[in-house]
């Protein structure tokens, strides 16, 4: 049974911490570098890097590989943020230490690669439970398409019937109801405030929450009034982080000299209220 090379000894533990974690999840995906590079546009060598600790993976890699396996990609993205803060200041020092004063997080074990036959049997496996999943929700979907077109079907009819009734009677029919309005979209504004040479936009006095995308909420109307306030358009003011808000955040980071990663966490949340 093969084993994972060790880690260099001098690795920051919360680097150790994430490199760990990805090993885990390519593990636990049945894929080999190669399949994994296919999956996730790197390339082979620049996995092995990653994944031997020599090398610090982009947000965008450490995100495919958490949704590859299972993986809660916001979680994982937190946890790459600390570590790139920790890779950095290794950087400046030479080498990747923990700061004075900062209790280190212990080191997780490193997992054992499955043999050949295990990893093709869990791909296998997987393989199954995609098929299935994928022709229950086929089923599912079917299944809602023959209710709505019955349903029409049936007020189709029954508006002709009741159209019918009238003409014969010759009684004025009154016209049909108008469409519900659709439900309003709650409404957001930026009240900028500056408490303690910190800015505030009166809906969310976080600084450290991790806010990424696909989140919604007043953390995110925060982050985009901030935005807004420091020159980068965000589009609108919806509470909506999709790609727009996304794009305003990995600028804004490069412009403060952060790392570009597009989730908003303490670092980034200390340059937007300063």
């Not at 937190?78 to 950095?88: H, S």
């Not at 990893?119 to 496996?125: G, I, K, R, S």
């Not at 807004?228 to 965000?234: E, F, I, K, L, M």
């Amino acid at each position: 049974m093969s084993r994972w090379k060790a880690l260099p000894a001098e690795l920051d533990p919360r680097v150790r911490q994430l490199v760990v974690r990805l090993r885990r999840l390519k593990d636990h995906s049945g894929l080999s570098v190669r399949q994994l590079a296919a999956r996730t546009g790197y390339s082979p060598k620049s996995w092995e890097r990653y994944l031997g600790g020599r090398s610090l993976p982009p947000g965008d890699a450490v995100e495919a590989l958490a949704r590859i396996g299972g993986d809660d990609p916001t979680r994982l993205l937190t946890l790459r943020e600390v570590a790139a803060e920790a890779w950095e200041n290794g950087k400046d020092r030479g080498r990747t230490a923990v700061p004075a004063g900062t209790p280190a997080p212990a080191p997780e074990p490193e997992p054992v690669s499955p043999p050949a036959a295990a990893t093709a049997a869990t791909a296998a496996t997987a393989e199954i439970r995609l098929s299935v999943r994928s022709l229950r929700i086929a089923l599912a979907a079917g299944a809602v398409a023959l209710v709505l077109a019955v349903s029409t079907a049936v007020l189709v009819t029954s508006w002709l019937t009741g159209r019918s009734g009238t003409d014969d009677d010759r009684t004025p029919r009154t016209a049909p109801l108008a469409a519900s309005a659709p439900a309003s979209t709650p409404s957001y504004s930026c009240r900028l405030k500056r408490v303690d040479g910190a800015w505030y936009a009166g809906n969310s006095r976080t600084g450290d929450a991790a806010v990424g995308y696909g989140e919604s909420g007043p953390d995110v109307v925060e982050v985009q009034c901030l935005l807004r306030r420091a020159g980068v358009s965000p589009g609108g003011i919806d509470g909506m982080f999709g790609p727009l808000t996304r794009g305003a955040v990995v600028r804004f980071q490069k412009r403060a000299g952060l790392i570009g990663d597009g989730i908003v966490g303490p670092r980034t949340w200390k340059a937007l209220r300063g």
